[in-house]
């Protein structure tokens, strides 16, 4: 039977020393090396069952370490009402293990019930800003703590969107108390394939509302005789998306910042490498900030 | 302006790879989504299928995982066509990917129940058992003491209940022979005769990992037994199913020489009998009867 991992000090704060993303191949590297990053983010339906071994690998990772929950599963943008069953398996986990910080995805993956497994794009209309908000709200109201809201790469925009992405967002949080993860690769693989300014994007963010960002890799691919990228998430970060890391420190200061990187996965010394990048760039620019 | 529901149905429709109910209806994706999408350089149905494209990987990634000896057996080529129609068949119904597997050993039953390949079906189904108990909860060992605090006359009333890992399997294929043979090794599986023997085998979860155990006739009847669904209300006797005298019944019928105490004592120590109950309604006259015949039932555990 376990008993509660609680560490008081871990439990409101994640620290300015970047952070990686924690997945299964390398939970055993992770308590033998204990590598110098800041903290760690787990996708939260990795961690949904009732017991195992993945489930006490993270509680010991959760020992040494503050922990970020990233869910990708509850559809907050869906038609569909909230769903109550993933809710109440994401508030068990955050029980167990007490993160500092929870999220999700300003995006959908099911609608009448039925599941995509992906991020799918949000029409950005008044409709789809209400009910998201709602939902949102529903969701810091019953789990008892703000959620951060990322932003996804996208592929498409609806003819029928009158809002702006960036505007949009930022109306989410101000409408519904969340706060902002704001994955700078995904600004910028999104403003590539949809042609805007990634830097008037990152204007449009309240500041006091962004409280995570994410760096990740991407691919760029030619679909009918156009390049797009892919938010592949395999790949380490490109220099454009480190300069526009850095505009993002530059507005919204020492913010808590993740390294993800979800496919081809590489050994952990290459995470933490990336992890050491953004530390360095942070460093260069707030001194002083811990 | 189409309303979010609108769209998303019909968007979700367009990337499941489903076709339509009727003609109609038309082709997937539907004029009026491919309307509602901005071209911009790139043709609306185009886009879908970036998403379509994702959508299906993850699925398929989440089904390799779940089912590695699959995958070996039939190819990567079998395994995708299988996850297609699976996909397409079953959307997941749920946030979780990794509850999407649960549909593929029925699947797979469906699909060779009259061919050379019925074996796969059983193969998925002790992968899919084995996923179950990996991610099982944990519990504590039984309580001895209390255990041993029981009057012998209430032994037959006695409910056990198993580990969360515990998953009986039985099948008349050696399907766990073929699921190590393609799982535990890299090495070209040499040919497994699939008449060399049927499966009833225990699957558990320690600290070690899941074990497998094959099981004699009488352990199988006594854990099938005591594995039976009892009612939430333990005080209400629905006759005496899943008490450990009908457990005791139904392997002493499987094994004459069945020796309870022995298996008793061996589940219990290594945490498979992990819980006791015992009604508190007065036993059935049936089964006054009985403890008053058997000699067994007064051992001291």
């Not at chain 1, 000090?9 to 990053?37: C, K, T």
């Amino acid at each position: 039977m376990q008993t509660p991992v609680t560490s008081s000090a871990f439990r409101g704060s994640v620290p300015a020393n970047a952070g990686i993303g924690l997945r299964a191949q390398h939970h055993a590297d992770v308590l033998a090396e204990r590598p110098a990053v800041g903290w760690f983010e787990a996708h939260s339906e990795n961690y949904f069952a009732d017991g195992g071994a993945h489930l006490d690998f993270l509680e010991r990772i959760r020992a040494q370490y503050p922990l970020s929950l990233h869910g990708v599963g509850l559809s907050l943008g869906s038609a569909d009402p909230l769903d109550r069953e993933h809710l109440r398996r994401l508030a068990r986990l955050a029980r167990r293990v007490e993160p500092a910080l929870v999220s999700e995805h300003l995006s959908w993956s099911s609608v009448g019930g039925s599941f995509a497994n992906d991020l799918l794009p949000l029409p950005y209309t008044e409709e789809a800003l209400h009910h998201v908000t709602a939902k949102i709200a529903q969701v810091q109201d019953l789990l008892g703590r703000r959620i951060l809201i990322e932003n996804v790469s996208s592929y498409l925009a609806f003819s029928c969107s009158r809002i702006p992405e960036w505007d949009f967002l930022a109306a989410v949080a101000s409408e519904s108390g969340c706060g902002i993860l704001l994955d700078i690769n995904n600004l910028y693989v999104s403003a590539r394939n949809h042609d805007f300014d990634a830097h008037h994007y990152l204007e449009a963010m309240p500041r006091a509302a962004v409280a995570e960002l994410h760096l990740a890799g991407h691919t760029p691919v030619v679909h009918g005789g156009r390049e797009l990228l892919i938010d592949t998430h395999s790949a380490p970060v490109c220099a454009d998306v480190w300069r526009l890391y850095g505009a993002a420190l530059a507005r919204f200061g020492a913010v808590p910042t993740l390294i993800e990187w979800d496919a081809d996965l590489p050994p952990l010394a290459t995470l933490v490498a990336e992890a050491d990048k953004a530390n360095a760039l942070r460093e260069a620019l707030y001194a002083d900030a811990a | 302006m189409p309303t979010l529901l609108e769209l998303q149905v019909e968007f979700l429709h367009a990337i499941s790879g489903a076709p339509r109910a009727s003609a109609a209806e038309g082709a997937v994706p539907s004029e009026f989504l491919l309307r509602e999408i901005l071209a911009a350089g790139l043709a609306p149905a185009q886009r879908l299928a970036i998403y379509a494209n994702s959508a299906e990987a993850n699925y398929l990634a989440s089904l390799r995982a779940s089912f590695p000896a699959i995958l070996r057996l039939g190819g990567e080529e079998y395994f995708r066509q299988c996850g297609r129609e699976l996909r397409r068949a079953r959307p997941s119904h749920s946030g979780d990917l990794q509850d999407i597997g649960a549909a593929f050993p029925p699947y797979l039953a469906t699909r060779h129940a009259d061919d050379t390949y019925r074996y796969f079906g059983e193969v998925a189904r002790l992968e899919w058992l084995y996923q179950e108990a990996l991610t099982a909860a944990d519990h504590d060992s039984l309580d001895l003491a209390a255990l041993a605090a029981v009057p012998p006359a209430r032994y037959e009333s006695l409910r056990f209940r198993l580990h969360p890992s515990v998953r009986l399997f039985a099948s008349e294929f050696p399907a766990h022979a073929i699921w190590v043979a393609n799982v535990a090794s890299d090495a070209e599986p040499e040919p497994l005769d699939l008449r060399q023997g049927a499966d009833q085998l225990l699957l558990h979860r320690t600290a070690a990992g899941v074990e497998f155990q094959q099981l004699s006739a009488g352990e199988w009847a006594f854990l099938t037994c005591l594995a039976e669904e009892h009612s939430h209300d333990d005080s209400h006797i629905d006759g005496d199913s899943g008490s450990f005298g009908a457990a005791l019944a139904a392997a002493t019928a499987a094994d004459s020489g069945f020796d309870a105490v022995a298996v008793l004592r061996q589940f219990v120590h290594r945490n498979v009998i992990v819980t006791f109950t015992l009604p508190t309604r007065r036993p059935t006259e049936a089964q006054d009867a009985g403890i008053a015949q058997g000699g067994n039932n007064e051992r001291d555990l």
